[in-house]
């Protein structure tokens, strides 16, 4: 028998919101005595840099605001979503059935708490089964001083609702970035709590005391996690799996610099995150071009518990995908900006380096990248690509970095090609390698299309999610306005992600599988260190869904299946 340094029933490896819901569940629902491990020295992940979305239909919130949804309603909606080459159907209806169930147990037992987010629609709203709001939830805004001495630990990156030092909420978001109506008042009030905050300025001058998105949701689970005592070991990372008699049995890891065999009685959950700041799996997998700076993921994750799988015998599935986003890199800062809503406002155009549109820059995020590796070619790239737009845009909605004037920017932006500027179309693209005379007849052919209301092109606008990020008040279409007033601008844009959405192949009860399809005894997996559920993204929170689920799911099995 194998000697060890520590042993716990069941040792969860990964802090964001898949472990931390798999290790609350284990405790509560399999009496289990569990440890937390995390590779980083703060806690979080990826989930905690996130907008904290989760896409769950029939959940309680939706039920309690009167929303009209089904089962048969989510089922045929994903069917007609998700390419059958890709679907797993019994993955799909495990899911529907057990992502309700796990909200409520989230909301009976812990401190979670989720408001629906009624007219945010599906990302593929015209397909049959669709639905308008009410089936994605993000969390309550909370304090970080609820944290106590843990604050230091909190992996406080910024979620991608930050404006400034100001967290907002989905739907504040949504109103001040593209500055609709009742902006100011949203402006005004975050300032005002902000810079009369005295007791919390004068020990923090960063991020606001209030947290809102995945920073609300990973500081409400922590707090659920610490009021059953379940420790959390950070620098901590998972080396290798221990396997015995074809059982996973516990980990290796390493700790304060030295090797650590820990045994696990009831089970192993591995909730580490994907591999997207593996440079090297990046171009074994993924489309080309790629790279680790352009994503928002944490910066941990490497791919080591798909690694570790992989040399027991796991069996892989979506590894040539992520989830995709274009992203800003700001050269001054550690990460990257997701740009969702600011290139679906009126206004703006997205082209690649010959000056053309390739895609409706309104349609959803994951979508949009999609298409942009699909057309990218060597002759014809369309990576990077620049998001263009006028001086009426610049001084109308709140871009970042653009809604500072050139003067208070850093000279570094538009030396090393971030941004550009120019009286005219063409001196704007000369300053930054586009074909000047593709750009201008872009845009002449863009403003016809915002006189008329449509687009001939890529029928930008027609859709309802297109509609969601566009500006109601700007007619007739809410997402086509004119690029006409000098000077012109740019923002270079990158094919970036929040993750990767490929690993463990998983079955109903979040065990991994082997090559034969057979569950690994002792194994279990959730998020994006598991071939993805919901792999073509159909709602916001089409990640963070899945990984709580299925890690309520393993727990709820090893509880089924393994006595303390």
């Not at 006028?390 to 970042?400: G, I, P, S």
């Amino acid at each position: 028998m194998s000697s060890w340094d520590h042993e716990v029933d069941v040792l969860v490896v990964g802090s964001g919101n898949g472990a931390m819901t798999a290790a609350i569940a284990a405790k509560d629902l399999a009496d289990a005595d569990v440890l937390v491990i995390e590779k980083a020295d703060k806690f979080g992940g990826t989930s905690a840099l996130s907008g904290g979305g989760v896409w769950v239909p029939n959940n309680r919130y939706a039920k309690e605001a009167g929303m009209v949804d089904s089962f048969d309603d989510a089922f045929t909606y994903l069917k007609n979503t998700i390419p059958e080459d890709v679907a797993r159907e019994d993955m799909i209806e495990a899911y529907l059935k057990a992502a309700p169930e796990m909200v409520d147990f989230l909301h009976n037992n812990t401190h979670m708490r989720y408001v629906s987010l009624e007219k945010y629609p599906d990302y593929y709203s015209d397909l049959p089964g669709a639905k308008n709001g009410h089936r994605s939830m993000e969390p309550e805004y909370i304090m970080l001083t609820e944290l106590g001495e843990d604050i230091d630990n909190f992996n406080d990156g910024g979620t991608m609702y930050m404006f400034y030092k100001f967290a907002l909420t989905q739907v504040e978001a949504q109103v001040l970035i593209g500055r609709l109506k009742g902006w100011l008042k949203i402006m005004g009030r975050m300032v005002l709590e902000y810079y009369t905050d005295f007791p919390w300025l004068l020990k923090r001058k960063g991020f606001s005391r209030k947290t809102t998105g995945g920073g609300a949701g990973i500081v409400r689970l922590f707090l659920s996690m610490r009021d059953r005592g379940i420790p959390l070991w950070l620098k901590s990372p998972m080396k290798e799996l221990v396997v015995e008699g074809g059982k996973v049995v516990g980990v290796v890891i390493e700790k304060d610099g030295k090797p650590m065999r820990i045994r696990a009685k009831r089970g192993v959950i591995l909730a580490a995150g994907g591999f997207e700041m593996n440079q090297q799996m990046r171009e074994q997998y993924l489309p080309k071009p790629t790279n680790t700076q352009w994503s928002a993921g944490c910066k941990t994750n490497t791919g080591d518990a798909i690694q570790a799988a992989e040399k027991i015998g796991a069996k892989l599935g979506l590894m040539d995908n992520a989830w995709w986003c274009t992203t800003k890199v700001l050269p001054d800062r550690p990460y990257p900006f997701l740009s969702i809503i600011n290139k679906s406002l009126p206004g703006s155009i997205v082209v690649n380096s010959h000056g053309d549109r390739f895609s409706n820059e309104s349609q959803n995020y994951m979508a949009f990248l999609q298409e942009t590796f699909a057309k990218h070619t060597d002759e014809k790239p369309c990576v990077p690509m620049y998001m263009v737009f006028d001086e009426d845009f610049r001084k109308q909605r709140n871009v970042w970095p653009a809604v500072m004037p050139k003067s208070m920017l850093p000279d570094e932006y538009f030396s090393s090609g971030f941004m550009g500027q120019g009286k005219t179309v063409e001196e704007l693209a000369n300053n930054l390698g586009i074909d000047a005379k593709g750009l201008q007849q872009t845009v002449s052919r863009f403003n016809e299309f915002a006189e008329t209301g449509k687009d001939l092109d890529f029928q930008r606008g027609d859709a309802a999610y297109d509609r969601y990020y566009g500006d109601p008040e700007n007619t007739p279409n809410p997402c086509l306005a004119k690029i006409v007033k000098p000077p012109f601008h740019a923002i270079r844009l990158d094919a970036g992600d929040f993750g990767t959405q490929g690993g463990m192949m998983t079955n109903v009860n979040g065990q991994v599988c082997d090559e034969a399809g057979n569950p690994i005894a002792g194994l279990y997996a959730s998020g994006n260190c598991t071939a993805a559920v919901l792999p073509t993204y159909p709602g916001p929170g089409s990640t963070l869904g899945p990984a709580m689920t299925f890690g309520y799911v393993a727990a709820r099995h090893i509880a089924n299946t393994t006595t303390k």
